[in-house]
């Protein structure tokens, strides 16, 4: 599918919230609406933006209601949502490609938005950026990862190497490749098999990440992506990190660690892989642009994005 580049936006603009998966706290809310607000962005609430229904940021026709309209609103120049969580893998059955495809936007989160990032990809071509949203923004977030993030908003031109500063990292297969990028949060791109939105790895640099996850789930869910095929396929794959995994184990426990899990499936591989790519819910978390063609080098611990991300 041809790819469809959303306009860049710049301080002035307007943008919409909204919460297409876990509620969010009004006073998270707005602390982390504040970083917009500071770098002169105008922003408006959906209707069921700060909606509670149990674990879910309102009814799934609900969530999904404020997606489209915040999509088809002229005034609204970018959509950014509120939190993760859980949830977004129940709007699919309530979502209409031609709505994104005759607004296109911006659509700003990582997390349990990766569900959305695949779908508007598979189902309308549209590049998203995976990136921090209001609930991250109510902590200090450091200034070379926010450079980033403003410059992957704003500005209409390839980002260039990513991280440009010296994180560490761990090549387990060195070489370089090429490819779009697509990926996101490990479970939710495992789950993503067998569903309307199943991620595409044919030709592609996967980047990867997860929270909350003991080693031997993180085993099973890159388990699934091996048996169905999925990282025979791509050309490389780049790992963040399994954040407090340490949580899950108990003292004396017999396990794997997540970077032994990562050897045993990605050393067999041909395709250059590493760990440490610093995206996702970690303390600095890099902007990623979804569907965009990038360059992965291995023995640098660098991704080079090749292709602007929007449009002027």
Not at 63 to 82: G, T
Not at 221 to 246: D, P, Q, Y
Not at 269 to 294: E, K, W
């Amino acid at each position: 599918m041809e790819l469809i580049r959303p306009r860049a936006i710049e301080p002035g603009a307007t943008i919409g919230v909204v919460s297409p998966s876990s509620p969010i706290a009004p006073e998270d809310l707005e602390q982390g609406l504040q970083p917009f607000r500071q770098r002169g962005y105008k922003v408006v609430l959906g209707e069921y933006t700060l909606a509670r229904r149990g674990y879910l940021a309102g009814t799934d026709e609900q969530r999904a209601r404020d997606l489209m309209a915040m999509f088809a609103r002229d005034d609204v120049d970018a959509v950014v949502c509120s939190r993760g969580g859980y949830g977004a893998a129940r709007l699919i059955p309530y979502l209409d490609p031609a709505v994104f495809r005759k607004h296109p936007k911006l659509l700003i989160g990582y997390s349990d938005i990766t569900v959305l990032h695949l779908w508007l990809l598979r189902h309308v071509g549209l590049v998203g950026l995976y990136a921090p949203m209001p609930i991250t923004m109510t902590r200090q977030i450091p200034d070379h990862a926010m450079e980033v993030f403003w410059r992957a908003l704003e500005v209409p031109e390839p980002l260039g190497e990513l991280p440009p500063w010296n994180a560490p990292f761990r090549t387990i297969v060195p070489g370089k490749a090429q490819g779009r990028i697509t990926g996101g949060c490990l479970c939710l791109v495992a789950d993503s098999i067998g569903t309307p939105y199943e991620i595409d790895t044919r030709d592609a640099i996967v980047v990867l990440e997860d929270v909350d996850e003991p080693p031997y789930r993180i085993d099973a869910m890159l388990n699934h992506l091996k048996l169905a095929g999925k990282l025979a396929v791509c050309k490389g794959i780049a790992f963040s990190e399994a954040t407090r995994w340490e949580h899950h184990v108990k003292p004396n426990e017999s396990t794997l660690t997540p970077d032994e899990v990562l050897d045993d499936y990605l050393k067999p591989l041909p395709q250059p892989s590493m760990a440490g790519f610093p995206f996702g819910h970690i303390v600095d978390p890099l902007t990623v642009p979804m569907g965009v063609l990038a360059e992965l080098d291995t023995e640098r611990g660098k991704l080079t994005i090749l292709e602007a991300a929007t449009t002027r």
